[in-house]
């Protein structure tokens, strides 16, 4: 069974640009949850997407959004960036993940965004 | 404010040896608290989960214990490998309960160096 893909894998983008991340999560996984991992703040919880909808959503700003897909796919997009957006991005899928659920959670390997 | 402390921050050990990491919380009341192993470069993996009525839970050589009077978890990693250096994260997850989410609180994590 193929794991969670994300791509790109790395990025390098300017202040004041936007970005388009994707993440294919596990095949039969219908929740995907967005994290940003960075050395100073460790991981945040971004949001969660659950059959296309937005189902919990962490405390960052409105830059940061993200939708999914029929077939469970999903993107994050970033607009406007900044110096502080530098971050390793994180997807995960579970089978139901939220809810109060102990569905294992699956993370991909991540897309470095560097931003100058 | 939810929060997540681990100790210690680093740790280093020789092969063969056993450790046991910490984790403090003071999120209340949850739903389960999960253990991750991060290798360098790669996403989190699961290592255990447990809901607030499970005591202890034990995936190969990690074992995880739970007191949620005192809201502290431990990992004990037995008989080290050069393979466990990594970085151990504890995360807890919110129950509807205590404010109608379920965003998880990342610790910031404990990094392990096993030398031979």
């Known amino acids: 069974k193929a794991g969670v893909t994300q791509t790109p894998r790395y990025l390098i983008k300017t202040r004041g640009q936007q970005v388009t991340l994707s993440c294919s999560p596990i095949?039969?996984?219908?929740?995907v949850s967005w994290y940003q991992q960075t050395p100073g703040q460790g991981l945040q919880f971004l949001f969660e997407?659950?059959?296309?909808?937005?189902?919990n959503k962490g405390n960052f700003p409105g830059r940061f959004s993200g939708r999914q897909f029929s077939n469970s796919r999903s993107e994050m997009n970033v607009s406007t960036l900044e110096l502080g957006d530098s971050a390793l991005y994180l997807c995960a899928s579970s089978l139901g993940w939220t809810s109060g659920s102990v569905d294992e959670q699956f993370f991909g390997p991540g897309t470095r965004l560097t931003v100058l | 404010k939810n929060q997540v402390e681990q100790s210690p921050q680093s740790l280093i050990i020789l092969e063969g040896k056993n450790c046991t990491l910490q984790c403090n919380y003071t999120v209340s009341p949850f739903s389960n608290l999960r253990w991750y192993k991060q290798d360098t470069g790669r996403g989190p993996v699961s290592l255990t989960i447990m809901t607030f009525s499970e005591n202890t839970k034990s995936n190969g050589r990690y074992t995880a214990t739970l007191d949620a009077d005192t809201k502290q978890s431990s990992l004990h990693i037995t008989a080290s490998q050069l393979s466990d250096s990594a970085s151990y994260i504890c995360v807890v997850i919110p129950s509807f309960a205590s404010g109608g989410s379920y965003i998880p609180t990342f610790g910031r994590g404990t990094s392990l160096i096993v030398h031979p």
């Open positions: 997407y659950f059959s296309e909808t937005q189902r």
């Open positions: 095949s039969g996984h219908r929740s």
